[in-house]
């Protein structure tokens, strides 16, 4: 069985970070392990009080996982504060993690700020190197590029400022107010439309976490990366296909849907 590592924050309300990170892995048949760090106050309407984890205690959280667990793929999530994102990052260089997917989680999908400028400059330069993959959506693009995204060009755009400034491979994710779902893969120079179908739906909450969740998943299989991210948009549109419609906001997704 392959193990996946997921470090983020939790989501009380079950349908975001560690929480759908879990999900998604037990989805995919994995064993998931977690690293939490943060907690959160937060539902389907918003974000409403963050509690950072010391960063003793992350590290420690680490090292007791890659001690005797040591995963196949780690996806990174919500990193808030910098004093986590150097504990993260040392701790992982010296594991010689593999298959780190990183969402750079900056704002909620309500659009609520995660992280500070602090631990954004630090989370570029310590965790960003460590990645195959780094997966923002649109206004995640626009904090890292420094541009305003209105149309698919912009995303072009964004995708390859951030490429040329990480030298890491970048998946900018379609929608939020664009209107095509396709996300654009920037590797090698160069950027690859990988397709997308729009699913009529408000319950977004967590499309980012288990996305990339579901790409580590793929990569620990050792699928090329191209092919990871196409499975795991599958799932993702089949998990929001089923229309569950839970909570007064932008509701969770159906973790548990056959794909």
């Keep these: 069985m392959k193990k996946i590592l997921t470090i983020a924050g939790s989501d009380c309300s079950g349908g975001a970070g560690i929480q759908a990170d879990i999900k998604t ?30 960063a003793d205690f992350t590290a420690k959280q680490i090292d007791c996982i890659f001690s005797d667990i040591r995963p196949d793929a780690v996806k990174i999530g919500m990193l808030s504060s910098a004093e986590n994102i150097l504990a993260v990052a040392e701790r992982l260089e010296f594991y010689k993690a593999e298959n780190v997917v990183i969402d750079p989680v900056m ?69 939020h107010g664009i209107s095509k779902a396709d996300d654009l893969l920037f590797c090698n120079n160069n950027y690859i439309t990988i397709k997308g179908n729009i699913v009529d739906t408000e319950n977004t909450h967590g499309t980012g976490c288990t996305l990339s969740s579901a790409i580590a998943c793929n990569l620990a299989m050792g699928y090329p990366l191209e092919i990871c991210i196409k499975n795991a948009k599958t799932y993702l549109e089949n998990t929001m296909k089923t229309g569950l419609n839970l909570g007064k906001g932008n509701g969770p997704l159906n973790h548990c849907v056959k794909f």
Excluded: W
Aim: net charge neutral; proline share 5%; aromatic share 6%.
């Design 25 to 54: 892995i037990t989805a995919h048949k994995m064993y998931a392990m977690s690293v939490i760090t943060s907690l959160t106050a937060q539902n389907t309407t918003g974000v409403y009080g963050i509690i950072d984890t010391p």
């Design 107 to 175: 704002i909620s999908t309500s659009g609520c700020p995660l992280i500070s400028e602090e631990a954004k400059k630090v989370l570029i330069s310590r965790i960003f190197p460590l990645a195959v993959l780094i997966t923002p959506n649109i206004p995640e693009a626009e904090e890292l590029s420094e541009i305003k995204i209105k149309n698919y060009n912009d995303i072009i755009q964004a995708g390859k400022i951030i490429y040329e400034k990480t030298n890491v491979n970048i998946l900018v994710k379609g929608g």
